[in-house]
């Protein structure tokens, strides 16, 4: 049996074009280079090396998000979202839907991410009023007010998109926000 399994190992070696050697418990090994547990580790290493900085580019190119808050951000945001707001109550109340005048009255939330450029990013709905037609209307006044204008310098230098959280109220005929 010995011998067989010397036969069997070089032609082993032979197909394989590796070589082999046993350990002190019989087992076969290849010793191909590069196939050894160091250089295996090696390799794995390096693959998730770039792989995190595949992660860190990638994360690195995204749009960088200031979520306003009028009591933590800083002034140069909160003069840009004073206008924001006036500019969108100021095209609220020269549309306001006919079909709410005096009939539907609510409050809903809305997250409005606004762009450096001054475009709309996205809306989101964050508690709608209960309402389909009054959170339709606030869609609706809000995509009628864009463009906003751009953002400062100081602006830009911290921030690629601006998320602003508002209340809307509609009342009468009136609309207004609110934190």
């Known amino acids: ?19 082999l050697r046993t350990t002190p418990q019989n087992e076969l090994l290849d010793t191909r280079p590069g196939n050894d547990p160091k250089s295996q580790r090696a390799l794995e290493i390096k693959r998730l090396q770039a792989q995190i900085a595949d992660n860190i580019k990638s994360y690195n190119e995204r749009p960088r998000k200031h979520f306003f808050s009028p009591r933590t951000s800083p002034y140069a945001f909160a003069i840009y979202e004073e206008a924001w707001r ?10 306001y839907p006919d079909e709410l005048k005096g009939r539907i009255y609510g409050k809903l939330r809305l997250t409005a991410y606004v762009r450096a450029d001054g475009t709309l990013e996205d809306v989101e709905v964050d508690r709608s009023s209960g309402s389909a037609v009054l959170d339709r209307a606030a869609l609706r006044i809000l995509r009628m007010s864009t463009p906003f204008p ?3 310098s100081e602006m830009r230098q911290k ?14 005929d009136t609309i207004s926000t609110e934190y």
């Open 86 to 95: 006036a500019k969108v109550e100021q095209v609220g109340n020269a549309n």
């Open 1 to 19: 049996s010995q011998e067989r399994l010397k036969e069997l190992e070089a032609l082993q070696r032979n197909l394989a074009g590796a070589e």
């Open 159 to 172: 921030a690629d998109i601006l998320a602003i959280t508002r209340t809307w109220v509609f009342s009468r």
């Open 150 to 152: 751009p953002f400062p």
